[in-house]
């Protein structure tokens, strides 16, 4: 994992605490905003950049209410170097 990468992941806590959250298990974005005490817009946000990043996977992408997001296989790889 590029260690430049793993630094621009690790800048944003909001970003930490959402991985962390998700190495757990898979949530939805309000189960995310009440375990990581951040609200729900950015939570919805900072979803959409790990996503886009490759970090997290909407489990259920067909439904507009109650998506679900796991780690990817590189959001679990980045976790071991946030841990």
């Known amino acids: 994992m590029d260690e430049e990468f793993v630094k621009s992941v690790a800048r944003s806590s909001y970003r930490v605490k959402i991985l962390k959250s998700l190495g757990e298990k898979p949530k ?15 939570i919805s946000n900072v979803l959409s950049y790990l996503g886009e990043l490759g970090l997290v996977v909407c489990i259920n992408p067909e439904i507009r209410k109650g998506r679900i997001y796991r780690l990817s296989e590189d959001g679990e790889e980045i976790l071991k170097y946030l841990e």
Request: hydrophobic letters at 40%; one cysteine or more.
């Open 28 to 42: 939805m974005p309000s189960q995310l905003a009440a375990d990581c005490n951040i609200l729900q817009n950015h």
